[in-house]
């Protein structure tokens, strides 16, 4: 649990590293400095841990022919960035955020289909419950700033969550073929090549500032390597509850910080989010 608990400290710093460098260079460009510093990063790490690269590759293309989640989890690792992008161009953190750290419940629920578990009648109702409560806070937290503001970010968030969700689920099978460290800089290679792909389809893009997009990529090689350690050591029911303290933790924040209260539905769906954590923490227990 202790890798899933630091991955969600870093990426709660990438979150407020990449809205800054939003400010600066489109999605496209601040999604290719990102991706390329944590690719070359994490490159960088499968060099020093797997020195013998001819047994890599070759693992690695079996299991692709066994496996196509290989190739799944990488595209729906960028497909999750880019929306995630979207979404903060043109939305405020504290309405993007707890929609998307939804993204362990949406992990979850990916992870039992695939399984064929029944869950308990409570079960269900505690996983909608999640996945509602966090949508409902962020609608309510925009139209208290703005009624007429635009609901196109939190469409682009909840892309970006079920897509990241559909990723996570895969994420244990993965690595129990190819290691923690190789899947993902695959991952992250992945998402740097579909970065590629859209500058050289735009042509026009600039780059104005490149400090905030290093920092964010630095920081996300870290936390994807927590990350997929965290669902190679601890399993992926275990990593995807521990990951639904973000949505908690960024209302709580935005309280003390901004000095947003909440009000009405808001509570209700704090007092949702905290009683299904904690229950849930205690069944895993």
């Known amino acids: ?34 991706s390329w510093t944590s690719t070359l990063l994490l490159g960088c790490m499968v060099l020093v841990v797997t020195p013998d690269l001819g047994n890599l590759s070759l ?37 993007i955020i707890p929609v998307v750290a939804l993204t362990p419940v949406v992990t979850y629920v990916f992870w039992f289909l695939q399984h ?24 309510q937290f925009q139209r208290n700033q703005d009624p007429q503001a635009s609901t196109l970010p939190i469409l682009w968030a909840c892309l970006a969550s079920c897509s990241w969700g559909l990723s996570y689920s895969w994420y244990e099978s993965v690595t129990s073929q190819i290691g923690a460290i190789p899947t993902a800089a695959w991952v992250e290679a992945c998402i740097a090549l579909g970065s590629a792909f859209l500058l050289l389809w735009k042509k026009t893009e600039a ?28 399993g992926t029911e275990s ?14 924040g935005a309280w003390f910080i901004n ?15 905290i009683v299904t954590l904690i229950w849930q923490a205690l069944r895993l227990s």
């Open 59 to 95: 693992s690695f293309s079996n299991a692709i022919q066994r496996d196509f989640r290989i190739v799944g989890v990488g595209l729906l690792g960028w497909l999750g960035l880019w929306a995630f992008g979207k979404a903060l161009k043109d939305g405020a953190l504290h309405i």
């Open 259 to 273: 000095r947003e209260r909440p009000i009405g539905l808001q509570w209700i769906s704090l007092s949702i989010l």
């Open 1 to 34: 649990m202790k890798w899933a608990l630091l991955a969600n400290l870093l990426f709660a710093l990438v979150d407020l590293a990449w809205k800054q460098a939003q400010q600066y260079n489109s999605v496209s460009v601040n999604t290719a400095i990102r």
């Open 116 to 139: 064929n578990n029944r869950w308990m009648p409570l079960e269900n109702l505690a996983i909608l419950s999640l996945m509602i409560a966090g949508i409902l806070l962020s609608f």
């Open 207 to 234: 780059i104005k500032e490149i400090k905030w997009p290093l920092l964010t990529g630095l920081i996300t090689a870290l936390a994807v390597l927590t990350t997929v350690q965290s669902y190679a050591e601890d």
């Open 239 to 252: 990593t995807a509850i521990a990951g639904v303290v973000t949505p908690v933790l960024t209302i709580f």
